[in-house]
């Protein structure tokens, strides 16, 4: 599949209702690690489980300290104009909008 069908196929996937581990954000080693750790036992194409434990969402997430908006297109793993996640254990086509936990400035 290209990019932009896998696009569409996440994008079924979470429209569709697939509940995903937004909570527990990657903001400390610890936990950046763990969730690293159990992205990398995921098959390649596993899509469902990769959006799963990344706790991707179709829209920003919101924080509640600060109020930050963290979307795919603000985060240091963005490609903007293949509009692509390109941290290495996820590499998904995404869209701006979307957001995960795994979210970095």
Not at 10 to 25: A, C, D, N, P
Not at 38 to 65: C, M, N, W
Not at 83 to 99: D, G, I, Y
Request: glycine share 4%; aromatic share 8%.
């Amino acid at each position: 599949m290209n990019d932009d069908q896998v696009r569409a196929a996440l994008e079924k996937l979470l429209k569709g209702g697939l509940k995903t581990e937004s909570e527990e954000r990657a903001e400390t080693d610890a936990v950046r690690t763990k969730i690293v750790t159990r992205l990398q036992s995921i098959a390649a194409k596993d899509y469902a489980a990769k959006l799963t434990v990344a706790g991707f969402l179709d829209h920003p997430y919101a924080t509640s300290e600060d109020g930050v908006l963290e979307a795919c297109e603000t985060c240091m793993y963005f490609e903007q104009h293949r509009q692509f996640c390109n941290l290495p254990e996820l590499s998904l086509a995404v869209k701006p909008q979307w957001s995960c936990r795994m979210w970095r400035i």
